[in-house]
């Protein structure tokens, strides 16, 4: 891989390319935007959010200058509220709902509040809750992704024994190996997890559910487990030359770009990214920063069908990528040793009587050096399988009820993508937090709302 | 463009904007630059025996982002020499002849005292003076200011000394830590006074350093009461001058000061009886630069109420203040809601709910949820009014038919 590393741009240029996008508030500017906030009653923003966190609540005591009170109010409803802060989709949810938005086409800039008031309990360590007195049960979590994370924070908040698996050698799940890096580092998502590790929870990293333990070692073990296992690799696109150098999967290029070592991070002049999700934005934001001459986004539907953002699409729009609508790669074609990935060949689609078709003879060669696959996840159908009893519907999902989140094996209980199929990290911590609320009914009886339930 | 030239007791003014005494009238090149900035008038930083002023000694109170809406000072008066002084306001008054300069004055409780320094100004030939009696710190301490204020037989018996001395007019200045306005107003005009001008500042403590616990302002390590003035005096202002305004014993002329810093501000000092306003806070704060929007928003104002001159709306407003006996009962509004312009903060539901009369609930409006007034249980009390961010959403309605009024001193026989 190493040898497709050809950036012409210097380390010190690739980094500040990946500095963040939205920087930390200032405190004069932290002051004034938390006093332009009216403190509405019931208010709209956090009925927006999906953790329901009490905005108007912690903006104000940030007015008041109660940051430790500030960042409390936010953990209480979202464990994972510092990288929230920094990757909720903030124009979909709370501040697409903001009444100032309305008022002054200017809403509140909440997702920074939340950072600010976190990064002041983070970068001080200082914990605003403790672990609860200990109950004596115990319960398993596989994965540490938001799910997991948010599920065990509140179980040791209720004095659970909390142990988490993660396959992985870092805890974070798609927050450490996913989120775009000039959203948020590894870094980020290591602080965060050391909050949680102070609670108490257990991480077992390097530790793959299904190999290196069973699952009748964690029934064994616990009372109840929690799946937070999220999706699996990218789809195949199932067309010839997909095993070729040069061809990668989204995922696996942004992870290798949140490493940083950008020297051995994979590049090539002319860059062809296949979808048009966030995470396929992801991908071709990231190559154009890394120093990608020419990056293109293939897709094989219209503009206004893309599944990204709004404000996603005008991010890689700042950054100059290409736009191929309704483009459909047919083949990817090596160079003259065969080698290495040389072109996509390409068809160009329309619709037709609502159907989308390839339209016959508008083939062409699209001469490319590399090639990432960003249309979507796999769902985690083999692994869920493997749990006797366990519904999953058709799409390969779990199926739970809503409320608690348990499966249809008692024990058992899921959220996060690998429930409802790939949504945003704020979702999983509020499928975290359902499920604490599942598990702590199942093992006491005991029906609790946690903050923002 | 409106006339905005005053005759106040007999002093002539090109407008009615002056600046109060303090700071901003420290010396001669300051009040200058205020009158080539526009200021119409400008009452000397207050005069008598030198004194030796601490530091730090301001303090201000911000609320939300707004900073000073209230400034809190423990400075006392001119702390430079008396011949200074007097030689600048001889020089200013001769480079600017049309200009109003009143010089404030505070010297101890003497006949002579007073008597002398007032003959003294009057040679430099400044338009008249202003009797500070009003100071709350310090100079109260030694028997001056606010302690002379407070004292309505003291108050006549100084001006008549002034009175005695001198033919320029006198001017008041009154305090407003008192209980009741009116009773030092009338000793002054009993004394002789020819204008009253009011407010100084409020006794105060601007708050305490959370992490010293040593109050504002911080005089090493000690702090004492100040004079409170800026934006958030204007109502305390605005009452003591209608006060006097509508007193039939106060027939003087009244130069209406405290948290003036708008056009807006002074239209209303204006028309609850003044005849001059001064300012002070406002023009610590940006500079004497303000007075153009002043003196432009004001006679904008007047050209589009159709008034020729300023004059025409002294004293407009005073007769529509009464006596809470006098206010009609049968009147009746309530708060209507505007959903095209309403965005859903819920302020209102809350504020009447916990701060009110529990009668704003929620409707649904094609399907989302929208405040609505049960018009039968409001009492009108404008709250929702004033809470609610969105323009034009909330309007007070009103509802009785206007045939019937009755007052509560109607409806309990009393006397008017
Ligand atoms: C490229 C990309 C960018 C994204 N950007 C954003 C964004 O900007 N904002 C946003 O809100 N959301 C974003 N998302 C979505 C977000 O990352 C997910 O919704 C969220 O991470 C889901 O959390 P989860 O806990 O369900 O799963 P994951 O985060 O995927 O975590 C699952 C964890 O389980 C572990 N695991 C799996 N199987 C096992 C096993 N058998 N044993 C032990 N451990 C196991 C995995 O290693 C992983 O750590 C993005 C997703 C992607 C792919
Ligand atoms: C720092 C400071 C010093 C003042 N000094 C005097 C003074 O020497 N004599 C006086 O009559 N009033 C003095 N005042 C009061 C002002 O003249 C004025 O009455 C008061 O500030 C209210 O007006 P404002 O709200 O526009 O500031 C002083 C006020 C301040 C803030
Ligand atoms: S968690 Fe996300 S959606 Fe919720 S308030 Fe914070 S930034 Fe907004
Ligand atoms: S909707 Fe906006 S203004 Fe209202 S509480 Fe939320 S952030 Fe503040
Ligand atoms: S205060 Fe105004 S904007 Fe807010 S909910 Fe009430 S009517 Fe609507």
């Not at chain 2, 929007?293 to 004059?311: F, M, P, R, T």
Request: aromatic share 6%; net charge negative.
């Amino acid at each position: 891989m190493p040898e497709l590393s050809n950036s012409p741009l210097t380390p010190e240029q690739i980094t500040a390319n990946f500095c963040e996008i939205e920087p930390p508030l200032p405190m004069a500017e932290a002051l004034f935007e938390a006093h332009r906030c009216l403190y509405c009653y019931d208010a709209p923003c956090t009925q927006a959010c999906p953790t329901h966190i009490n905005v108007p609540s912690f903006i104000k005591k940030i007015a008041s200058g109660n940051l430790t009170g500030s960042a409390r109010v936010i953990l209480d409803a979202n464990p994972i509220g510092s990288t929230c802060s920094r990757v909720c989709p903030v124009d979909v949810l709370c501040e697409g709902a903001c009444v100032e938005k309305t008022l002054m086409e200017q809403p509140i800039q909440i997702a920074r509040l939340q950072r600010y008031a976190m990064d002041h309990v983070i970068s001080k360590q200082i914990d605003v809750f403790k672990a609860g007195a200990a109950n004596g049960k115990s319960v398993g979590i596989i994965g540490s992704g938001p799910a997991g994370l948010s599920c065990a924070t509140y179980l040791a908040r209720l004095g659970y024994a909390v142990t988490i698996y993660e396959r992985r050698a870092k805890a974070g799940g798609l927050g450490t190996y996913g989120m775009a890096e000039y959203k948020m580092t590894q870094q980020d998502s290591a602080d965060e997890v050391a909050m949680i590790e102070r609670l108490g929870v257990q991480f077992r990293l390097s530790c793959e559910v299904g190999r290196d333990v069973t699952f009748a070692d964690l029934e064994a073990a616990h009372d109840a487990v929690f799946i937070g296992v999220g999706l699996g690799a990218t789809n195949k696109l199932g067309i010839p030359g997909e095993e070729l150098a040069g061809v990668y999967d989204a995922l696996e290029f942004i992870e290798h770009v949140k490493t940083r070592d950008w020297a051995n991070v994979p590049l090539a002049k002319s860059v062809a990214v296949i979808g048009a999700g966030n995470t396929a934005i992801d991908a071709v934001t990231q190559a154009k920063r890394l120093g990608a001459e020419k990056v293109m986004l293939i897709y094989r539907r219209t503009q206004p069908e893309m599944s990204a953002y709004e404000y996603e699409y005008e991010l890689a729009k700042q950054d100059a990528v290409e736009f191929h609508w309704q483009t459909t790669p047919l083949e990817i074609l090596a160079n003259m040793d065969g080698s290495r990935v040389a072109a996509l060949r390409c068809v160009q689609t329309e619709l037709q009587e609502g159907k989308l078709t390839n339209v016959a003879g508008s083939e062409f060669n699209l001469p490319v050096e590399m090639v990432i696959k960003a249309t979507g996840q796999q769902k985690q159908r083999g692994f869920l399988a493997t749990i006797p009893g366990l519904r999953l519907d058709q799409s390969g999902r779990a199926v739970v009820n809503p409320a608690t989140m348990q499966t249809d094996t008692p024990k058992y209980f899921a959220g996060g993508d690998c429930v409802n199929g790939g949504a945003e990290a704020v979702d999983a911590a509020q499928h975290g937090k359902h499920a604490a609320m599942g598990i702590h009914q199942f093992l006491t009886g005991e029906t609790i709302t946690l903050a923002g339930a | 463009m409106a006339d905005l030239s005053v005759n106040f007791a007999g002093i002539q003014s090109p407008n009615p904007f002056w600046l109060a005494s303090a700071p901003p009238t420290n010396m001669g090149s300051m009040v200058e630059r205020a009158f080539d900035a526009g200021w119409g008038g400008a009452v000397w930083k207050t005069l008598g025996e030198p004194i030796v002023n601490v530091s730090s000694r301001l303090a201000a109170m911000d609320y939300g982002t707004q900073r000073m809406m209230g400034l809190n000072n423990i400075e006392l008066i001119t702390d430079r020499p008396l011949d200074v002084n007097l030689k600048e306001i001889r020089a200013c008054k001769r480079k600017y002849p049309k200009h109003a300069l009143i010089i404030s004055l505070m010297v101890e409780s003497k006949r002579e005292a007073w008597q002398e320094i007032a003959k003294k100004v009057e040679d430099t030939g400044a338009d008249g003076f202003e009797l500070n009696f009003g100071c709350p710190h310090g100079m109260s301490e030694r028997g001056m200011g606010a302690a002379m204020g407070q004292v309505p037989e003291y108050t006549c018996m100084v001006t008549e000394w002034v009175k005695e001395a001198t033919n320029l007019p006198v001017i008041v200045k009154l305090t407003p830590n008192i209980t009741a306005i009116n009773y030092p107003a009338r000793a002054a005009v009993k004394g002789g006074a020819d204008a009253l001008s009011l407010i100084n500042t409020i006794n105060s403590v601007i708050g305490v350093d959370l992490d010293t616990m040593i109050p504002y302002p911080n005089v090493n390590g000690m702090a004492a009461h100040g004079g409170y003035c800026g934006p958030a005096v204007k109502p305390i202002a605005l009452n003591m001058v209608s006060e006097l305004a509508r007193d039939p014993e106060v027939n003087i002329p009244i130069s209406g000061i405290g948290g003036i810093a708008t056009w807006r501000d002074a239209a209303e000092f204006l028309l609850l009886g003044a005849t001059t306003v001064q300012v002070c806070t406002a023009v610590m704060h940006y500079g004497y630069r303000i007075v153009e929007d002043l003196i432009d928003g004001l006679s904008n104002y007047l050209d589009e109420k159709g008034y020729a001159s300023v004059n025409d709306i002294i004293g407009q407003s005073v007769h529509r203040v009464t006596d809470w006996g006098n206010l009609d009962l049968k009147y009746k509004t309530v708060a209507r809601i505007d959903h095209s312009k309403c965005v859903n903060c819920n302020l209102c539901h809350i504020a009447c709910e916990d701060g009110a009369h529990q009668c704003i609930h929620f409707t649904d409006v094609n399907g989302k949820q929208f405040p609505i007034v049960d018009e039968a249980e409001c009492v009108g009390c404008n709250l929702c009014h004033l809470v609610c961010p969105a323009p034009g959403c909330i309007s007070m309605v009103r509802v009785d038919d206007g045939s019937q009024t009755m007052s509560w001193r109607e409806m309990t026989g009393q006397p008017a």
